[in-house]
């Protein structure tokens, strides 16, 4: 028998999640007026301080992850065609590995230059600048501009991390964690400005290093997380954390029908949302009923498509024999991932 495809459905977000994701949209448009304003800022202080072309640099590479999710907000609303006959969810994970990246080689360069400016003990000078006719110690003007850099950072990572919860995108995820990194960084680059003002000229090259190592952690993080979602990897939640459980749930569902001897689900991240088949062994009974067969594995993916709004597209097969890895649900006091060959 020949398997069944239910078609995908026509809204990709419960109406419910629509005006979340308009939120993000203007989350985002925010966050690229507000940093192009921080790293132009920043850059009429820069002076010859370690930590502030870190906060400069890690501000000007922070435009990438709310620039790729606008793109991908817009490019995961195609439809297939001829190029993308699956459409171009995947987008979404494309911009998650570009956003994730940003992180990881921008925390890798600061920690390279910043130590070679420690072990060659290079002393950052600050010096003073005219202002309205009178002369001010520039780092005056630096902790200003590093301020600006880090406050508003801090409430626009927090709305964005509420928001990639509800709607499930690592995209929006990655660019909160870059707004915590720019609200760190500034913090950092704080204390190295105060400490070369009170003559401790290492604390500017210690104070990048510090930002870098943690712009590092969080970029490996990411990345090792996007590369996995495009490598069809099971699907994990948002924030990378732990495997998403709704793949757990689908086996339990599908091994919990009367008419299936064995089930089991499995589902791949395309963008925001899953893919994937479910694979049924028919008791012989219903095997007996072919037009009653075709309806109950219609009704299954109908039923499994409810579950969750990310779960976007299922074929359903009915097979022989099952031998593919999945979350072990004990049926008859077996694991729904072991039989033979099929």
Known sequence: MSPREVPTREFELPRELEEQQRKAVRLEWITIAYLVSAVVLIFLTLGQSQAMKAAWIEDLLSLLPPIAFLVAARLRKRGSSEKFPWGMHRSVSVAYVFAALALLVTGG????DSAVKLVLAEHPPIGVIQLFGHEIWLGWAMLVALVWSAVPAVFLGRAKLRLADDLHDKVLYADAKMNKADWMTAGAAIVGVVGIGFGLW??????????SVDIVHDGWKNVRAGVHDLMDARPRRHDAREYHPIVERMNAEVNGCDWVERG????????HVFTGEVMVVAREEALADGAGLQERLDDLAEHLLSLEWKVYDIVVVPVKEIDIPSPGVTVGGQDSSLSGSR
């Open 109 to 112: 360069y600061l920690f390279f």
């Open 202 to 211: 290492w604390a500017d090259a210690v104070a990048a290093i510090f930002i």
């Open 264 to 271: 089991a689900v499995r589902l791949r991240e395309e963008g």
